[in-house]
T-cell receptor, first 114, second 112 residues
Framework: EAGVAQSPRYKIIEKRQSVAFWCNPI?????LYWYQQILGQGPKLLIQ????????DSQLPKDRFSAERLKGVDSTLKIQPAKLEDSAVYLCASSSRAEREKLFFGSGTQLSVL | AQKVTQAQTEISVVEKEDVTLDCVYETRDTTYYLFWYKQPPSGELVFLIRRNSFDEQNEISGRYSWNFQKSTSSFNFTITASQVVDSAVYFC?????????FGKGTKLTVNP
């Protein structure tokens, strides 16, 4: 079974630039999550989708971050404009209806904002 | 609010030693879930175990074992006869009525 796919693996941008991350969850998983992991910290939930609807985006900085999950499968997370403090690993995860609490994670996108 | 505390930031052991990673949690939920995830250098978080709040039985899986104690709000993880491949950052997490909350992680280094 294929895991959660994310791209790109690494991204380096300058502050005020825009960047987008892509995630393809495990086939059939209805719930998709984007997490931000700052160096030395645990992952922090940014947004959770159930199919193509947003369940929780309370910790998403909506003035600069946006995410969508069209057709309830792939998802993209965008940052515009990026700030230095956005440097982090962005992890995508998915879970099934049967085991919503068991998350499967991708390898993440490591973002460096200079 | 839910909270997970992993007091040990870094642990270093020699191969074949046993090591215990501590996790203490706070929640007002009566039903909740506790997790351990492993994050190797590759970056991907790997699911190790999920424990429901109403199931306090300890669990053993190979060299891994987990000790869940509701009375002390702890969910500790022990690796027996550690190996170099166990080197990783280990996260404890808590889920319930609120979003899944992770601790800050414990970096385990197993030296040959």
């Amino acid at each position: 079974e294929a895991g959660v796919a994310q791209s790109p693996r690494y991204k380096i941008i300058e502050k005020r630039q825009s960047v987008a991350f892509w995630c393809n969850p495990i086939s059939g998983h209805a719930t998709l999550y984007w997490y931000q992991q700052i160096l030395g910290q645990g992952p922090k939930l940014l947004i959770q989708f159930q199919n193509n609807g947003v369940v929780d985006d309370s910790q998403l900085p909506k003035d600069r971050f946006s995410a969508e999950r069209l057709k309830g499968v792939d998802s993209t997370l965008k940052i515009q404009p990026a700030k230095l403090e956005d440097s982090a690993v962005y992890l995508c995860a998915s879970s099934s209806r049967a085991e919503r609490e068991k998350l499967f994670f991708g390898s993440g996108t490591q973002l460096s904002v200079l | 609010a839910q909270k997970v505390t992993q007091a040990q930031t870094e642990i270093s052991v020699v191969e074949k030693e046993d090591v215990t990673l501590d996790c203490v949690y706070e929640t007002r939920d009566t039903t909740y879930y506790l997790f351990w995830y492993k994050q190797p250098p590759s970056g991907e978080l790997v699911f190790l175990i999920r424990r429901n709040s109403f199931d306090e039985q300890n669990e053993i899986s190979g060299r891994y074992s987990w000790n869940f104690q509701k009375s002390t709000s702890s969910f500790n993880f022990t690796i027996t006869a550690s190996q170099v491949v166990d080197s990783a950052v280990y996260f404890c997490a808590l889920g319930g009525s609120e979003k899944l909350v992770f601790g800050k992680g414990t970096k385990l280094t197993v030296n040959p």
